[in-house]
């Protein structure tokens, strides 16, 4: 079994900053793209971020220049480091990746179970 396990949410101040991890464990062959969504209150699962294996990235246009996502392949995580934290902020985090578990099976999309961010005035 594939497990996505997010960790780093919590309360901050606006204009604070918070590092997320999320680390993906089990029967893993390989990971292709990994990514970071949120859903506020309210609304719909939006992007936030997305890596590649190869490490090219992806920004919503909200976070740009503010968050950076990384990826240690070695210890199969990815992260996102955020800054100038602002209160739209506030959402579910949720990890996401692209894994195909065994040599003879495909790949499938996993997600973590989420971390709350909450960003305080």
């Known amino acids: 079994q594939v497990q996505l396990v997010e960790s780093g949410g919590g309360l901050v101040q606006a204009g604070g900053s918070l590092r997320l991890s999320c680390a993906a464990s089990?029967?893993?062959?390989?990971?292709?793209?990994m990514g970071w969504h949120r859903q506020a209150p309210g609304k719909q699962r939006e992007l936030v971020a997305a890596?590649?294996?190869?490490?090219?990235?992806n920004y919503a246009d909200s976070v740009k220049g503010r968050f950076t996502i990384s990826r240690d392949n070695a210890k199969n995580m990815v992260y996102l480091e955020m800054n100038s934290l602002k209160l739209e902020d506030t959402a579910v985090y949720y990890c996401?990746?692209?894994?195909?578990?065994?040599?003879?099976?495909?790949?499938?999309?996993?997600w973590g179970l989420g971390t709350q961010v909450t960003v305080s005035s």
């Open positions: 890596i590649t294996s190869g490490g090219s990235t």
């Open positions: 996401n990746a692209d894994i195909r578990p065994t040599a003879w099976r495909p790949t499938f999309q996993y």
């Open positions: 089990g029967s893993i062959y390989s990971i292709n793209a």
